[in-house]
């Protein structure tokens, strides 16, 4: 049962970010690190993937949906991604990241020390791209954690970018924010687990980041790119604004349509 475990959410390619995590001193301490999805959608997809990769046994990954949308355009299986980089992050990976990430499961379920059986997933344990907030109703969490089992007393999620910690309906819910495309605030935000949960920002050089994305990344637009998602612009209440419709709150916007972008990668 490990002691202490590293979460990493929605990483997104940025590889500046996703080393100045790696480098701190309890994530290079944790008997685990868990990566909950989102991993590869972003200006450096195969450079995050094989520094990852590299780590071996003690990292556990989960998918997220943009890791999904990746493999199905790849191998034919849909014409268009709503995020625009993702189509040109599909393109930069290997038969290898292909197969990784064909492998990747919706959930994984570890035991933490001081903390049970803990489920590990990307946006809901029954669905890589549903929306639940720090201040959905319970009616909403109850529902997406209908069929759990009742010894998972912790639910570890991603996928909307910002950090939080919350009880609900009985089970300790915790969002570790976004390494790579935060919202609301810069840095890199990660989590840490055992025997409690400590929400945790990795500060690092952005000037320096952007600088670096913007020479070794060849995406054509990284220059806006990284000033947009590194320097995030995008704020708490602009991703509210997006993603409160679809926890079923009220009556959703459309979807964006297959080639559109909601403005929040």
Do not use: K
Request: charged share 30%; aromatic share 6%; with cysteine.
């Amino acid at each position: 049962m490990p002691n202490r475990v590293a979460v990493l959410s929605d990483i997104h390619a940025v590889l500046p970010a996703l080393e100045a995590v790696l480098d701190e001193p309890e994530v290079r301490a944790a008997d685990r690190i868990v990566l909950t999805g989102d991993i590869s959608a972003g200006p450096q997809p195969a450079e995050v993937l094989d520094l990852l990769t590299g780590l071996g046994e003690r990292v556990i990954w989960v998918g997220g949906n943009a890791d999904r949308e990746l493999l199905e355009y790849r191998r034919g299986l849909r014409d268009t991604i709503p995020d625009v980089i993702a189509p040109w992050a599909a393109e930069r990976l290997r038969a290898d990241h292909l197969d990784l990430l064909a492998r990747l499961p919706r959930s994984v379920t570890l035991p933490v020390r001081g903390m049970g059986e803990v489920l590990f997933c990307h946006a809901t344990p029954r669905d890589d791209e549903e929306v639940v907030l720090v201040d959905s109703r319970l009616e909403r969490w109850r529902e997406v954690f209908g069929g759990l089992d009742d010894e998972i007393r912790t639910v570890v999620l991603g996928h909307t970018h910002m950090p939080y910690v919350r009880l609900a309906d009985g089970r300790l819910v915790v969002n570790p924010g976004s390494v790579g495309m935060p919202y609301g605030r810069t840095g890199a935000h990660w989590a840490l687990l055992g025997p409690g949960v400590e929400l945790r920002t990795t500060h690092f050089d952005i000037e320096a980041a952007i600088d670096r994305l913007t020479r070794d990344s060849p995406y054509p637009d990284i220059a806006e790119w990284a000033d947009y998602f590194l320097r995030a612009r995008a704020t708490d209440a602009d991703a509210l604004q997006v993603f409160g419709p679809r926890d079923g709150r009220a009556v959703a916007p459309p979807r964006p349509a297959d080639g559109e972008d909601d403005g929040l990668g």
